[in-house]
C-alpha cells in the first residue's frame, strides 16, 4: 500500500516513514510546498493531510488531486505518531 502524507513536522519525517514501514506502506512526506507538488504526489492508495500543520495552498492542492485521481482522503488535525498510527490502522492497514 503507498501513503502520501501532506503537512507535519519536518523533524517528523524520518519518524513518519518508519510507522508507514512498520504497516507495510510505502510512504511519500511533504512537509513543506513545493513547486511541482501535483506531479510528485502520484497516485497513492491513502493520502493523509495533517491539516493543523500545513498551508491552505497545500491543501487545496493536494485536495484537488485526490478528487481528480478519486484517492482516499483522511484529514487529520493531529501531526503525530499516534494520530498516524490511529489512520493506518482505521483503514485497515495493520
Given at each position: 500500500m503507498s501513503v502520501v502524507i501532506i503537512g507535519g513536522h519536518d523533524r517528523m519525517v524520518s519518524e513518519y516513514k518508519k510507522i508507514c514501514k512498520e504497516y507495510n506502506c510505502?510512504?511519500?512526506?511533504?512537509?513543506?510546498p513545493?513547486?511541482?507538488l501535483r506531479?510528485?504526489?502520484g497516485k497513492p492508495d491513502l493520502?493523509?493531510?495533517?491539516?493543523?500543520?500545513?498551508?491552505?495552498?497545500?491543501?487545496?492542492?493536494?485536495?484537488?488531486?485526490?478528487?481528480?485521481n478519486n484517492?482516499?482522503?483522511?484529514r487529520?488535525?493531529?501531526s503525530s505518531k499516534s494520530a498516524l498510527k490511529s489512520v493506518l490502522?482505521?483503514?485497515g492497514v495493520a
Open positions: 510505502k510512504a511519500k512526506v511533504f512537509t513543506q513545493s513547486g511541482d506531479s510528485q504526489i493520502m493523509v493531510l495533517f491539516t493543523n500543520t500545513v498551508s491552505h495552498k497545500m491543501v487545496r492542492c493536494a485536495v484537488d488531486e485526490a478528487e481528480k484517492l482516499e482522503i483522511v487529520c488535525h493531529s490502522e482505521g483503514y
